[in-house]
């Protein structure tokens, strides 16, 4: 009868050991028994950039990379953006279940009764050069807030981390439209409450002297699905980036800044908007080829595509790329569409990019819709970020209610000098 465990043979000192599987897994720690000597600190794994390390037990997101499934508590990515709303995604992965109508009428108050932000914040972000990149504003802004709340440290009391997460799903818009009506030039626009929370932040970006802004609700509804689409996504970067700070037990404000910066990076939630800058890049259908002769030379990369985990199409970018067209029927099209479709099939059919599970990812379509939707190319982190902060704070308070988990501090291999000691300057 087989066992779950593993029996691992040191051919060092001919000893046996015997580790037991949980979850498919070994826990790293019942390595540090393998010793040569007494005095032998034991066995660990090496593992660069966590490829093969699972850091955490979660029921918040699952995704199987190969079969191309992600689903928030269960519930499959397609299934949401086609039925629910971004405050009931966010309440979904917050609290592990879908919300009653009372419930979620609770919960879209709150959010909507925290969406302004002090008035400092106004001159904090004034402060910014006019040209200041909105992700560089979004990570400052969302630090600084932790100057406002100093009862945010409370980390024991779930109340308070409840307020809190409020708080940050309800003022990222502000500070978001408040950093592009920087850029702009533009007076800062307060808060609606009577608008959705998808509708109130287009109001708080393109509101000009109307006496009341009225969101197009196509375009409304089209940004509370990608918000959607980006609200969480298991253990990225930027959520490994909020767990790390998160873990020691600093304010949810200060890590989240952390994950910002994280998703602030090409490799990651700045993709979106370095493939629309690829795609202005490559000009024309024609010019394909030659850019993806660059791309499989190690020259150029093929931005909004490839993925740590998804060996197959991002389900995001599939219901992304249906989206794009129905925006595009309302706000024109976006010539860059037939770039992005022919460079996709062009990949799809390529064997550098077969070989190596290459396919679209969120990131690929997404920026062509806000685009269309008169939003600047340096913005489009800034609404992954939004989309991305229940998911952050989900995993956030997953992390801090985990009583296995401790401050992340991982081990290394050290391959430096040995002992030697001090020279003076003068015998150098
Ligand atoms: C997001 O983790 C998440 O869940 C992230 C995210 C989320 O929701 O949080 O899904 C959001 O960040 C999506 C990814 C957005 N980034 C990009 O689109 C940037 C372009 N993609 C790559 O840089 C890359 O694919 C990554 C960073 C996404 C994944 O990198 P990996 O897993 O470390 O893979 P790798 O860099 O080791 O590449 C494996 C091979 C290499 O070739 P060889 O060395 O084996 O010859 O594939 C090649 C790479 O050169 N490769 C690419 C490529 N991506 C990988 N070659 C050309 N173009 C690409 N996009």
New binding site residues.
Partial sequence: MSKDSLTIKDNRTGESYELPITHGTIRAMDLRQIKTSEDDFGMMSYDP?Y?NTASTTSRITF?DGDKGILRYRGYPIEELAEHATFLEVAYLLLTGELPTTPALDVFEHQITHHTMVHENIREFVDAFRYDAHPMGTLCSTVAALSTFYPDAKDLSNPELRRLQMHRIIAKMPTIAAYAYRHRRGLPYVYPDNDLSYAGNFLNMLFKMMEQTYTPNPIIERALDVLLIL?A????????SAMRAVGSSHVDPYSALSAACAA?Y????????E??VRMLTEIGSVAAIPEFVKR??G?E???????????KNY?P?AKVIKKLAYEVFEEMGKNPLIDIAVELERIALEDP??VE?K?YP????YSGLIYESMGLPVDLFPVL?AIG?TPGWLAQWEEMLTDPEQKIARPRQVYLGEGERHYIPISER
């Fill in positions: 950039a490829k995704i980006h969480d996504h298991e253990q990225n970067c930027s959520t998703l990076g090409p490799l990651h939630g700045g993709a979106n370095a493939v791309a499989k190690g150029e990369r093929l931005m909004g595509f490839g993925h740590r985990v998804y991002d995001r550098y990019f190596r290459l990812n969120v990131d690929f992954f991305r």
